[in-house]
């Protein structure tokens, strides 16, 4: 490690543009932390074994960090280009080896390029991609890529039904006229041979499903258009639902991502304490750019952890173990969150 911040990175990480956009920079050493950054880059963090090598696929000797995207992938320098103005490169992590990929072609580039990008609707954002990015980039094109889905999928995204949570179950009450178009459906869905099918349906009224009411909606649509007479019975009081702006326990949170909830929800946890995660915990979901929505009623000044870790940790604790407790899921949280690895449940 050098024993100063040459001067152009030093202006660069103190500027610590924020686009907004997880894809892009969204973390920034301060000049004091720049050393320790670089803990499971340049050396492992618990071992301290030296992970720098010349080799393809390491972490090269003159590669030095500048910030971290919100999924904490890296962007980075080499000293060796001082003289070219320190172009930036991009990797993903956890792909087993580092691919760099230039992505401009110098520090100050990079942060104009970011300003801009501040202050720009989604129209704008575009043009200056496409005016100072390189055309076959895979960094940008995925990045336009997202832009252009997301957009699609705010146009698309009904309002939200606090029914859809409710866990329950589907009963055909009445089979109707069509009774052999509703043992179609029934074969299909439930995989039934004919003669099951039509055995199935001879004693009413009938459970053909039991799940979240948005689940089994498709089928009751379906069922309906053959005539039968469907009801949807509750069970149990109804999820809550992850959305932006509201406050939610840590044992909510749990459920609602065990149910499949938040996957394009771009959020980050915010509580009223500093430090570890807790049994009881409520926490404010806040977009992933938008900070003060969380902190300024002043109930919610501590950052937590970022949605998609949250995410990504439930999921895998109930991949591993799929009765895993709050309790469990809370400790493999703060075992992420300290050690930026998951914890193993199985």
């Not at 007479?229 to 991502?257: K, M, S």
Request: aromatic share 10%; charged share 20%; net charge negative.
């Amino acid at each position: 490690m050098p024993e100063t911040i040459p001067d152009a990175i030093y202006a660069f990480i103190t500027a610590a543009v924020v686009p907004g956009d997880l894809m892009l920079p969204f973390h920034y050493p301060q000049p004091e932390q720049w050393h320790a950054w670089h803990s499971g880059y340049r050396w492992h963090g618990i071992t301290g074994e030296n992970l720098v090598a010349d080799t393809p696929g390491m972490w090269q000797p003159g590669w030095y960090l500048i910030a971290l995207n919100g999924m904490d992938d890296p962007f980075f320098i080499d000293l060796g280009e001082a003289a070219q103005g320190y172009p930036v490169y991009y990797a993903a992590h956890g792909a087993g080896r580092w691919q760099a990929e230039r992505i401009a072609p110098d520090l100050q580039a990079f942060q104009s390029l970011l300003n801009q990008l501040c202050h720009a609707d989604e129209t704008a954002a575009l043009a200056l991609l496409d005016a100072h990015t390189e055309a076959d980039s895979a960094f940008w094109l995925e990045l336009r890529e997202t832009w252009q889905t997301r957009d699609i999928d705010e146009e698309n995204t009904p309002d939200v039904d606090p029914e859809d949570w409710q866990a329950g179950r589907l009963l055909i009450t009445d089979i109707g006229l069509q009774k052999l178009k509703v043992v179609q459906v029934l074969r299909k869905t439930l995989n039934l041979p004919l003669a099951d099918a039509l055995s199935f349906v001879a004693t009413l009224p009938i459970c053909v499903g039991e799940d979240f009411r948005l689940r089994l909606r498709p089928l009751e649509r379906e069922l309906q258009a053959t005539g039968a007479t469907v009801q949807f019975q509750p069970a149990g009081p109804a999820l809550e639902t992850l959305r932006l702006n509201r406050a939610l326990g840590i044992d909510a949170l749990i459920a609602c991502v065990k149910a499949g909830q938040g996957k394009t929800l771009y959020y980050d946890l915010y509580s009223t304490h500093d430090g570890l995660l807790k049994a009881g915990d409520v926490l404010y979901v806040a977009g992933s750019d938008d900070e003060e929505a969380a902190t300024s009623n002043g109930h919610y000044p501590h950052f937590a952890c970022m949605g998609e870790h949250f995410q990504s940790v439930v999921e895998l604790a109930i991949q591993q173990k799929p009765h895993a407790s709050d309790d469990e899921i809370i400790r493999a949280l703060n075992h992420y969150l300290e050690h930026d690895d998951f914890l193993d449940l199985a």
